[in-house]
């Protein structure tokens, strides 16, 4: 009698609790190092009216073991076991499997980093783990069941049991109090403050939780298994229904180091992350239709309340190590960097040419998403764990590189993206066209109160009608910064279809109601000046969608004979950022890839160093323009890779040691 593993398809809520907790059970406890690598041996299938997983069915004769020419797969201890050493990754097993729950990926060496042996994947049962399969126990519904012959002689048991008395046919099993209460509680998104304040101030635009919110909220969340799939969304892997059930039960203290167990910065991640394209995205609610839970909302209220109870990080077990790393740039992954240096016991020396911290954070995000004072406190939390900050400071102007590399134990390079991108388009010199950064950078500076530099001015577009040009996040940025200056008619203009915009859902929600317009599908030809030289217009061409491009999306088309127009005192340019010049870096041989970027590799045991040692790198001068919980995880992950350059036994983070642990 075979032994195997099956779903109920009434009391699956496809959750994906079953593909995480399989994927950290083959994989020692930690997640994958790339998405790559997230390889269950279970898969969800979903049609949205009935969803289930599948895995192999262990078959008493299962036709992968028959076909199988070099006895790779047998059948023992009743399941169809695998034998990697004797897999050559023919494929036979896959074409035979009547389910379709048979795969071929690269192999595993011994040391947990892949090799690039092709072999069977399929289920195992678990059977090396002493709780049995993983899927089976992370089932929040009970939807996924272990079958062995004990339990099948049980269940005739009782089917013979009903026939007796009387009970014929099926009896459905008893469905988990989870199903019936699923959306029960409608989503709620923080409240925002009053439209004409909006449109006219620089204050973040939506109001906090309270307490009772975050209860009813917090309720809303399923918990999917002890690992749930949003956690493996976020890019720092954060506990995001552990920390929401203590949320919820109004333990903040106990919230808020689970938080900075796995990020630097909760508070600003809780309002700049994308949620609806991370955690918020996978949630299973919002794959049923159901709203998501509100994570960032939830995230930001943890942190904000904590701090004004007075939290702050607890290092009472730091030893100092006596090493020394010099940080370059304070935006996120610099932090990311700096903060677990310091739970380490390493002193971390952040220099940067900004007056404050923050980087992208302070000066290229607006304050009416992110409140300048949050960084402002966030500087003195770290101020106060040893941080030391030389703000003001450029390196190779007011201190050179080799100061740097002689000094210091090692450096880490998160000098961020800051080469703007442009069109090419006639006449993008002349007056009044401004790139989207330096705009954003001087506004920021003038709400703040800082001084302005010549190669940044402030430029207010108060009565002027602004064509914004781009549809990312930045775009959205200009347009709304655009509309509180008080321009006359503020004109979003971008080459694809509103579905294929790379912005948020919700920026661009939010540039709507504020009385941005848009124009889809139109690609800016030249710049149009008037006799005195000065911007009048630009002309647009029509654009339809085509087929999609390398990144999938689908390709613009000028449509013939369509050209307009389009009236324009002042024009942004939101193209995008690439790495700018580093030469200090030149000397040391640091490998740059073909846009510029530092190559500085991460993942599979590798810790965004560069091809010098001592040098590592993170974030957007890597990745190119990416998000600020990527450039933290950056930051953090290559903090992690300086602890083993300097051969400091970690303390901090848990993961880490795990990690170490494994790869040693």
């Not at 709304?480 to 948020?504: F, H, K, L, W």
């Not at 040391?588 to 190559?599: F, M, S």
Request: aromatic share 8%.
């Amino acid at each position: 009698m075979n032994r195997f593993v099956l779903t109920d398809p009434l009391s699956c809520i496809g959750c994906l609790a079953c593909e995480t907790a399989c994927v950290l059970s083959h994989n020692d406890g930690l997640w994958p190092e790339s998405k790559e690598n997230f390889l269950p041996r279970v898969t969800l299938l979903d049609n949205g009216n009935v969803r289930t997983s599948v895995m192999c069915h262990q078959c008493d004769d299962a036709p992968c073991v028959a076909v199988c020419p070099t006895d790779a797969l047998i059948f023992r201890d009743d399941y169809v076991k695998l034998i990697e050493d004797k897999c050559i990754g023919c494929k036979n097993c896959v074409i035979a499997c009547p389910f379709g729950v048979i795969s071929v990926v690269n192999g595993q060496a011994q040391d947990g980093l892949l090799n690039y042996e092709a072999v069977a994947h399929k289920c195992d049962l678990c059977e090396d783990k002493n709780d049995g399969p993983a899927c089976v126990n992370a089932c929040p519904t009970n939807a996924i069941q272990y079958y062995d012959e004990s339990l099948i002689q049980h269940n005739q048991q009782q089917k013979q049991l009903r026939t007796m008395l009387g009970n014929h046919g099926y009896q459905a099993p008893q469905q988990s109090s989870i199903i019936g209460n699923l959306g029960k509680i409608p989503r709620k998104d923080a409240d925002k403050i009053a439209i004409e304040a909006r449109k006219t101030g620089f204050d973040e635009i939506y109001i906090g939780f309270n307490q009772c919110d975050i209860e009813k909220q917090g309720e809303r969340c399923i918990t999917c298994g002890d690992h749930a799939y949003c956690e493996w969304t976020c890019p720092v892997h954060n506990q995001i229904p552990h920390w929401i059930k203590l949320a919820k039960e109004g333990k903040i203290l106990e919230a808020v180091e689970l938080c900075h167990q796995y990020s630097s910065l909760p508070e600003v991640c809780g309002r700049v992350c994308p949620q609806d394209r991370l955690c918020e995205g996978a949630c299973t609610l919002d794959r049923r239709e159901l709203g998501a839970v509100t994570i960032g909302n939830i995230e930001k209220y943890i942190t904000d309340t904590a701090f004004e109870m007075g939290w702050k990080p607890d290092l009472s077990n730091v030893v100092n190590t006596g090493k020394r790393v010099a940080i370059i740039g304070a935006g996120p992954a610099g932090l990311g960097c700096a903060d677990v240096l310091t739970k380490n016991g390493i002193k971390a020396v952040v220099f940067d040419r900004h007056p404050e911290i923050g980087g992208m954070l302070t000066f290229g995000i607006p304050s009416f998403k992110l409140d300048k004072n949050i960084l402002v406190h966030r500087r003195e939390l770290f101020t106060e764990m040893g941080i030391e900050f030389h703000l003001n400071t450029e390196i190779g102007k007011d201190i050179s590189f080799d100061d740097l590399m002689r000094d210091y134990d090692a450096v880490f390079v998160g000098v961020g993206a800051y080469q703007y991108t442009r069109a090419g388009l006639a006449n993008e010199n002349a007056d009044d066209i401004y790139d989207a950064l330096p705009f954003l950078t001087a506004n920021t500076k003038h709400v703040m109160d800082l001084a302005q530099l010549e190669k940044e001015p402030y430029v207010n577009t108060a009565g002027k009608k602004v064509v914004v040009l781009g549809g990312g996040d930045t775009a959205m940025d200009c347009v709304r910064t655009s509309i509180r200056q008080g321009s006359e008619v503020v004109t979003c203009a971008y080459r694809r279809d509103e579905v294929n915009m790379p912005g948020s859902k919700k920026e661009v929600k939010n540039a709507k109601e504020e009385g941005v317009e848009f124009l889809f599908n139109v690609q800016p030809l030249r710049i149009v000046l008037n006799n005195d030289g000065k911007v009048s217009g630009i002309e647009m061409m029509r654009t339809e969608m085509g087929a999609p491009d390398a990144s999938g999306r689908r390709r613009p088309q000028k449509i013939a004979g369509s050209e307009f127009i389009l009236e324009a005192d002042i024009i942004l340019q939101a193209f995008g950022f690439s790495s700018h010049a580093m030469p200090w870096l030149s000397p040391y041989h640091v490998n740059l890839d073909q846009w510029g970027g530092i190559d500085a590799a991460r993942g599979e045991g590798k810790f965004c160093q560069t091809s010098n040692a001592k040098i590592f790198a993170g974030g957007d001068v890597v990745r190119g323009a990416d998000l600020v919980v990527t450039a933290m995880s950056d930051g953090r992950r290559a903090a992690e890779g300086i602890i083993k350059y300097l051969q400091i036994q970690p303390i901090f983070p848990p993961q880490f040691v795990a990690r170490e642990l494994r790869h040693e």
